[in-house]
């Protein structure tokens, strides 16, 4: 694996990988754009590309390219690796099997037959009969073909082989038809999963096609007797895992992290009529329950989460345990709720009225305001029952509150209403069943390793090691300042040979000296330089004086209370050497802090 990366680094040029996300501008040696991690005006996200690496001063988010590439696509480091290498034309080695038995090898196969199956299926919706008239019902519901074309909606024919027909005929193999999902094997055959059915492909973050979601249209007939189900999705595979995949984040990912904000949604055409009106930082589960992994996934590009599910009673019912499950997990979860009763859902409303949805998605509510409103409208306040029922409903929800600030304020709220004490109603919670516990079996997430927030240095320590790097041969100058550093700061002064050594755990210290070394003191002449040392090396002494001297001040006191005099005399004549001290020193420094 070390050699894929090294060969990677070799052919790949950070600022052409991140030119390729963001709009970068030339500044001296480096090059600067504003950062897509967190809202600003002023760009003060920096790229080197003499240390191949990036940081952004705003945030304090840094690192090499495949940092940069996981942090942005919101991946962990191998899909990362993968993304890259691709770029590169580096062929990864054949990784170990994965925990199902998959080869990297045969999880490519599958792939492809997964993206030669929605190529099939678009084809067919523009260019058969049937799909034609499939074609005019996606229009009557109010997509527009650019939206169909974007998401590459399609057509399944209604024959049992026309897919798997053709792909055998392109090279696949029936094992590798039936493991994509797209076909069912059957004493020793195999047949078309998706007959007469208009065809949404599910992608991963990436935009790599895994599954489907079909949609039956036409006129099968039932299966021995049996009706069509409205829907069919492809089954669990080696590529396709429902509980682990979000409809639509492909395309969403960018506009939740920019927002700061997820809106999710119940169905696949929620999703997209949601886009195509302009709300596009939404994501679908497609029918399914919302799952752990799901919101791990969205959390990697907000906490902030909406929520618009079907206004049907299974829709209530989901939701409601979606949003408790994000609470637990420390999202701050809102509900968007539909002002028009002949739209059921956000398609629906969409259809309806357009651009409209957007004034919708911005009315918003926090869930607990919105579950403590209904609670309260249906509160009957002559009726004890009716008060436990308002407490058995909105109680499992203030369970998963992570801040007990805010779990106190909702008790509190709710003492109110209920016209008892705070008390009583946090021991009925408490006591209450809770309908909404969901079973996490999904194993534990690795955190990213991406780029996560280094821990900075302060503005002495980081101003130093500018110096130093950018005139290394004022290091001798630097020993007063060194030895009142952060120790990483010294270690780094005292082995210049680190400056340059890749794996080194320091790295990312040397790279924003280096950027703030070509930023800031480009033109610097020596002179200049050993004039900002003098007064970095003055506000490193004056912190340490101003520490020495805070330290005395109990100790006076302490032996004031004893009526220690002479120990008292002779602690007070520090404090007053240690303030002489400070006003010498503040004497020579000098604004210069870029």
């Given at each position: ?578 303030s002489q001290d400070l006003n010498r020193l503040q004497t020579l420094q000098q604004p210069n802090n870029p």
């Amino acid at each position: 694996m070390g050699d894929s990366v090294q060969q990677i680094k070799d052919r790949l040029d950070i600022v052409d990988v991140i030119a390729g996300y963001l709009k970068l501008t030339k500044a001296g040696a480096n090059y600067k754009a504003r950062c897509p991690f967190h809202q600003e005006k002023t760009p003060s996200f920096f790229v080197s590309p003499e240390r191949q690496s990036w940081h952004c001063f705003g945030c304090n988010k840094g690192g090499d390219m495949f940092s940069f590439v996981s942090e942005i696509e919101g991946a962990e480091f191998v899909e990362a690796l993968r993304i890259l290498a691709a770029k590169a034309g580096v062929a990864l080695p054949e990784r170990n099997a994965r925990s199902d038995g998959t080869t990297a090898k045969e999880r490519q196969r599958l792939l492809d037959v997964a993206e030669l199956s929605a190529k099939f299926f678009v084809k067919q919706l523009w260019h058969s009969p049937a799909g034609g008239r499939a074609l005019e019902y996606l229009r009557g519901r109010g997509l527009h073909d650019e939206t169909i074309e974007s998401w590459r909606i399609g057509w399944a024919p209604n024959d049992w082989r026309a897919l798997s027909g053709f792909l055998a005929g392109a090279g696949h193999t029936d094992g590798d038809i039936a493991g994509a999902g797209v076909a069912i094997a059957k004493n020793d055959r195999i047949y078309d999963r998706f007959r007469s059915r208009i065809m949404f492909p599910i992608c991963d973050a990436n935009g790599q096609v895994i599954g489907f979601t079909g949609r039956v249209f036409g006129t099968e007939v039932a299966v021995d007797g049996e009706p069509l189900a409205k829907y069919v999705n492809t089954p669990q595979t080696s590529i396709y895992d429902k509980s682990r995949t979000l409809f639509g984040l492909d395309k969403a990912k960018n506009a939740m992290r920019e927002r700061d904000s997820a809106l999710l949604v119940e169905g696949n055409v929620d999703a997209i009529l949601s886009a195509q009106a302009g709300v596009v930082h939404v994501v679908a589960t497609s029918g399914t329950a919302l799952t752990p992994h799901q919101l791990r996934m969205l959390a990697r590009y907000s906490t902030n989460l909406d929520v618009c599910f079907d206004a049907d009673a299974a829709g209530k019912t989901a939701a409601r345990r979606g949003i408790g499950m994000a609470l637990a997990q420390g999202f701050s979860v809102r509900v968007v709720t539909l002002d028009d009763p002949e739209s059921k859902d956000p398609a629906d409303y969409v259809a309806r009225h357009g651009a409209g949805w957007n004034d919708v998605v911005g009315r918003a509510v926090p869930a607990l305001q919105y579950y403590y409103d209904m609670a309260a409208a249906k509160l009957d306040p002559s009726s004890a029952q009716s008060k436990r029922a308002v407490v058995a409903a909105f109680g499992p929800l203030l369970k998963r509150l992570v801040s007990k600030v805010e779990q106190s304020h909702w008790v509190n709220q709710l003492a109110v209403l209920l016209k008892t004490e705070p008390a009583n109603v946090s021991a009925d919670i408490a006591a209450s069943k809770d309908d909404l516990a969901v079973p996490d079996t999904d194993e534990a997430i690795p955190s990213r390793s991406a780029s996560a927030p280094v821990v900075p240095l302060d503005a002495p320590n980081q101003e130093l090691l500018t110096i130093i790097i950018r005139a290394p041969e004022l290091a001798a100058h630097a020993q007063a300042a060194v030895g009142l550093a952060d120790p990483r700061v010294a270690a780094l002064i005292a082995e210049p040979t680190r400056w340059n050594a890749a794996d080194d755990p320091e790295k990312h210290l040397v790279d924003i000296a280096h950027i703030r070394a070509q930023e800031f003191y480009a033109d610097a002449s020596l002179d200049e330089l050993k004039a900002h040392l003098a007064s970095v090396t003055a506000r490193l002494q004056e912190r340490d004086i101003r520490s020495r001297r805070a330290a005395l001040i109990p100790q006076i006191i302490e032996a004031e209370g004893r009526r220690d005099l002479k120990r008292r005399d002779e602690l007070v004549q520090s404090f007053d050497q240690f303030s002489q001290d400070l006003n010498r020193l503040q004497t020579l420094q000098q604004p210069n802090n870029p």
